[in-house]
């Protein structure tokens, strides 16, 4: 079993910037690969970024890619979203997720099933 805290969300102008931390309690958080995903309001969750157990391998949507950057320290069992640019449609609630399936492809980052979740954070991006 593992649990996850998301924080860091908040309230930022168009082309601010925030980091998401993602902070998990597992003993084996460092074979997890982890995920974030988020929802805007009246919308499905989507997928936004993954990494790798190891943190060798990331994967982004093509929305966020050049803009956000996701990243992990296993010592800290925390994994990092950081968040440059930001627009008005990145305006969700922000999850982080875990999982130790066998992962290879985007399709099983972004589709693949997470058996862990965060309970989210609030990121607002308005002028």
């Known amino acids: 079993q593992v649990q996850l805290v998301e924080s860091g969300g908040g309230l930022v102008q168009p082309g601010g910037s925030l980091r998401l931390s993602c902070t998990a309690s597992?003993?084996?958080?460092?074979?997890?690969?982890m995920g974030w995903f988020r929802q805007a309001p009246s919308k499905a969750r989507e997928f936004v970024a993954a990494?790798?157990?190891?943190?060798?391998?990331?994967y982004y949507t093509d929305s966020v890619k050049g803009r956000f950057t996701i990243s992990r320290d296993n010592a800290k069992n925390t994994v990092y979203l950081q968040m440059n640019s930001l627009k008005p449609e990145d305006t969700a609630v922000y999850y982080c997720?875990?999982?130790?399936?066998?992962?290879?492809?985007?399709?099983?980052?972004?589709?693949?099933?997470?058996?862990?979740w965060g309970q989210g954070t609030q990121v607002t991006v308005a002028s």
């Open positions: 597992g003993r084996t958080f460092s074979d997890y690969a």
């Open positions: 997720a875990a999982d130790d399936r066998s992962r290879q492809y985007f399709s099983d980052y972004a589709l693949g099933e997470y058996d862990y």
């Open positions: 990494i790798s157990w190891s943190g060798v391998h990331t």
